[in-house]
């Protein structure tokens, strides 16, 4: 593939271009899904095509094709120039990109169980058995669970001299039971609902999830939401748990400080950012007890690779360090822009036909040192929520409002009754600034967000965030049109 | 697309005595994206995408790819024929269609437009950002052209095949604190009134500046077409897609034929002629109709594909998505029919309210009753007395759909085309007593 790539470094160089290059990717995704007990669906989707990115007298260009030849490599390169060329005639200051060293490197997602090679009649027996024990509730009218395996194998060459082979492995599953009666109806998830959870890796992943052990429950629960209280309004604490804190980290901390959306280059479609750069270590973002770490190099973290796609190697940061602002998620354009001599490497393409945009890199909520036992014990009046359903938030990652799939009323550090449609809203200083515990390491874990859409033309991401559960002071909560 | 039939009937050969249906994709495409004053992104795309899907004995597989070599046909094929041999028989799978006749709908393909290089796109975003900088403006956005070819076929003879190209321009203007924007989208750059847009926008903008606070709650509500489509999408989709009802998960469930919505509001799903346009036919070939979803308020219709029809003991009409689909056919062709009066007139007639630009991350809270969520964005200003007094910082609402078409007390006489889940002609509209749950800080 590298011989085909030459083909544009050849041409960008040829043509005076600043920087070149390009990602040849072969994808494969495999759908494997049952919905009300028969087959929902079964894909096996592949693409090979290439992206050629070249930036000339400091603009712009980008094309992409899937002939895969040197004759369509040549086109689609001489396209990216001709682009590059109209860029010029709307610009200020010439783009110039952070330092990186060129590397020449392979690197692949470990995996214990290529999940391409388990037969697909072994991932439908799963699916159709847990299928089976979500609708062993009467009221249980639909239910889906599906598995998703993703490969992606990349080839990036750039005018600089790197040769970049990396080979991404992702596995998949979800499982939801929506119960129904009388018009209404409530959804319940394993490991959560959204597509359900995704780490890189391979089989291992899915074998770990024990589909079957939590169906039955599954089912139950989505029934028992029926009869289940509306969680009530008002000003209470809170605890989240479940994948929702994945949601809260992406939304109001992911999102707000990718660095292109700060400088204001998403204005127009997802908008921009609170977290502006004068306030980079100055910025009380929460209370002292929340650190927010981003870390490419997190073992399963879906954003986990050897490089980014501006070629730069993997690393660790901290966006939120005791509670201060303290990094942004950066690629080589913008970086200089607060003084960083280097990128931190979130520069992510969706697929061949996409250029490459700042994106969210893993990004945690760092354990604390208490139990979900000891969270609960500290509160008087509040609720516990679980695994999102609903987000919202505005254009600057400020107001937010959240609702998840199930809730439980704790009353005198006790948890207890629970309750349906819970939600809540806050603005984002001010809600982390209310943290005042999170459970420690052993209830730590890893939930993928496997479907983050941003850009135009849109483009999905996948990434991971970590946390353990957490307790939150006077959020309003119960919001209800 | 060049030799399309030689490689369907290569397709069709491969998969033997197999029912095989196969859709083709191809879209050639380009955008140019601004921000700052200048162009920050300049990308174009041309891929063909094949989907085949195989039948056999009620079972059933799908191969997608990218790649057309015989080798590549092949390696697909036997990789999907291999699958299929590993299921267990469905008794509720639909054989394939036969082939229906088709309505010829709108020509709906400009080769001019389609064919608009970046250089015309770097002259309109240029246009704006050159008045902006002089104005001490921010001018952001996208200009963006291509066209898109659709055919579906399958191994029973059945071959429909759309074409179309598309324009599309979006601004947003800041003006310090001060947000405007405009957006249109067209078949035809012809019909997209660039000037008109940026004036909107930038005026937006600076009419923004210095927003007040205002305390959350009841509000009358004038929504800009782009802001009343939005809302109206969830409550066409999630109360007329044909799954949803099929499943007793829609609030139209029971109610077909009763005047649940204000009397005022009236909306088809039209692709063949009406104010939005488009594939004449499904995703499994099928003639798309011209479905009433509300009239006069009055619940009459949803939309189904050959399933949902087949489940609600009903004729499917044509809106089915690929297959197989977890959502289940839905509208995406609708039209609002539009009452009496500008914008101008909405807002003169309110005494007090909020006039919204556009709405924000929307989402849905409940499906029964379409509860959402989401911002204002761009451009939201108090009403008093019949006139626009002052901008406001933006509101998060939280509101049943349902309850707030019937409250709808005003629709507009000017329908525009709107971009979202698929096309919409609508107007502007007024809605009464509609809830902000809470504010934000800009």
């Not at chain 1, 127009?268 to 209370?287: H, I, P, Q, V």
């Not at chain 2, 969830?234 to 029971?254: E, I, N, P």
């Amino acid at each position: 593939m590298f011989k085909l790539a030459s083909k544009a470094i050849e041409i960008a160089g040829k043509h005076g271009a600043d920087f070149g290059d390009i990602r040849i990717v072969e994808a494969r995704t495999q759908t494997v899904a049952m919905k009300n007990g028969e087959l929902g669906g079964l894909d096996d989707q592949t693409t090979l095509g290439y992206g050629v990115r070249v930036l000339y007298k400091g603009a712009w260009g980008f094309a992409s094709g899937s002939v895969m030849t040197e004759r369509g490599v040549a086109d689609t390169a001489l396209k990216a120039i001709a682009i590059a060329k109209a860029s010029r005639l709307l610009m200020a200051v010439p783009v110039r990109l952070a330092p990186e060293p060129a590397y020449t490197d392979i690197w692949q997602t470990p995996f214990l169980k290529d999940p391409f090679l388990v037969p697909v009649e072994d991932k439908l027996a799963i699916l159709s058995r847990a299928d089976a024990l979500m609708r062993k509730s009467k009221k249980v009218r639909v239910t889906s669970s599906e598995m998703n395996f993703f490969r992606e194998h990349q080839w990036h060459m750039t005018t600089e001299g790197s040769r970049i082979e990396q080979v991404l492995l992702h596995s998949g599953a979800s499982m939801t039971a929506t119960a129904v009666e009388n018009g209404q109806s409530q959804l319940r998830g394993y490991p959560c609902s959204h597509g359900g959870q995704t780490l890189s890796g391979g089989w291992e992943i899915i074998e770990a999830m024990n589909l079957e052990d939590h169906a039955q429950r599954v089912g139950e629960e989505a029934a028992a939401l029926l009869s289940a209280p509306v969680c009530p309004a008002g000003t209470r604490d809170l605890i989240i748990s479940g994948n929702q804190m994945a949601l809260q980290i992406h939304e109001s901390v992911g999102h707000a400080s990718e660095l292109d959306r700060v400088l204001g280059y998403e204005e127009s479609y997802a908008g921009s950012s609170f977290a502006t750069t004068e306030k980079l270590g100055k910025f009380r973002y929460g209370s002292p007890i929340v650190n927010i770490v981003a870390d490419a190099t997190l073992p399963g973290g879906l954003a986990t690779a050897g490089y980014d796609d501006d070629g730069v190697k993997a690393q660790r940061w901290h966006i939120v360090k005791e509670g201060v602002l303290s990094g942004y998620m950066t690629n080589r354009e913008f970086c200089g822009r607060i003084g960083q001599k280097r990128s931190w490497g979130c520069s992510r393409a969706d697929g061949y036909s996409n250029i490459p945009i700042t994106r969210i890199c893993n990004l945690s909520l760092m354990p604390g040192s208490s139990s979900t036992a000891e969270l609960v014990a500290g509160i008087k009046d509040g609720v516990m929520m679980e695994n999102n359903v609903s987000w919202s938030i505005d254009q600057k990652r400020l107001n937010f409002q959240f609702g998840c799939e199930i809730g439980w009323l704790i009353k005198n550090g006790k948890k207890g009754r629970m309750v349906k449609n819970p939600t809540y809203q806050g603005i984002t200083p001010e809600f982390w600034g209310s943290c005042d515990a999170i459970a420690g390491p052993a209830e730590w874990r890893l939930w993928g967000v496997a479907n983050c859409g941003k850009g135009q033309p849109g483009q999905r991401a996948m990434m991971c965030h970590g946390s353990s559960p957490a307790r939150f002071r006077k959020v309003k909560i119960g919001v209800h049109g | 697309m060049k030799n399309i039939e030689t490689v369907l009937k290569k397709i069709f050969k491969l998969a033997g005595r197999v029912q095989c249906e196969v859709l083709v994709d191809h879209k050639d495409w380009a955008l140019t994206r601004f921000a700052d004053n200048v162009i920050s992104q300049n990308v174009a795309s041309n891929a063909v995408n094949y989907s085949v899907r195989l039948l056999d004995d009620g079972r059933s597989a799908k191969v997608s790819f990218n790649q057309d070599s015989d080798e590549a046909l092949k390696k697909a094929l036997c990789s999907g024929l291999e699958i299929l041999k590993k299921q267990k028989k469905d008794p509720a799978l639909l054989p394939l269609p036969k082939t229906r006749p088709l309505p010829a709908g709108q020509n709906l393909y400009f080769k001019e437009t389609a064919a608009l290089e970046p250089a015309w796109r770097a002259e309109r975003a240029g246009e704006l950002a050159r008045a902006c900088k002089r104005a001490g403006q921010v001018a952001c956005g996208t200009v963006e052209n291509g066209s898109t070819e659709l055919i579906v076929a399958n191994s029973l003879g059945l071959l429909a095949r759309y074409r179309d190209s598309s324009a599309a321009y979006s601004v947003t203007v800041r003006d310090r604190d001060g947000f405007g924007w405009a957006e249109r989208t067209a078949f035809d750059a012809d019909d997209i009134p660039f000037a008109e847009l940026n004036e909107t926008a930038r005026r937006k903008a600076a009419a923004s500046r210095n927003p007040k606070e205002a305390k959350p709650g009841r509000y009358t509500v004038v929504l800009e077409p782009q802001a009343a489509s939005d809302l109206l999408a969830y409550l066409c989709v999630y109360g007329f897609g044909g799954q949803l009802y099929a499943d007793g998960r829609s609030f139209a469930c029971g109610k077909l034929g009763k005047q649940v919505l204000s009397p005022l509001l009236t909306i088809e799903d039209n692709a063949l002629d009406g104010g939005a346009p488009g594939l004449p036919f499904d995703f499994e070939g099928q003639p798309r109709s011209r479905v009433t979803l509300i009239e006069g308020g009055v619940l009459k219709s949803p939309v189904h594909d050959r399933k949902t029809a087949k489940k609600c003991k009903t004729a499917s009409t044509g809106h089915a998505l690929p297959q197989p689909s977890y959502m289940g056919p839905i509208p995406l062709n609708l039209s609002v029919k539009p009452g009496r009066g500008t914008l101008a007139d909405l807002i003169k007639g309110t005494e007090r309210g909020v006039l919204v630009t556009q709405f924000h991350y929307t989402n849905l809270l409940k499906a029964q009753t379409v509860e959402m969520t989401g911002m204002t964005r761009n451009g939201t200003f108090m009403i008093e007395n019949g006139r626009v007094t002052h901008p406001v910082k933006n509101f998060r609402f939280t509101q049943n759909m349902v309850e707030a078409f019937k409250n709808l007390s005003a629709v507009g006489g000017d329908a525009v085309p709107v971009g979202g889940w698929g096309l919409m002609s609508c107007p502007p509209m007024r809605l009464d007593n509609f809830n902000f749950s809470s504010s934000t800080k800009f």
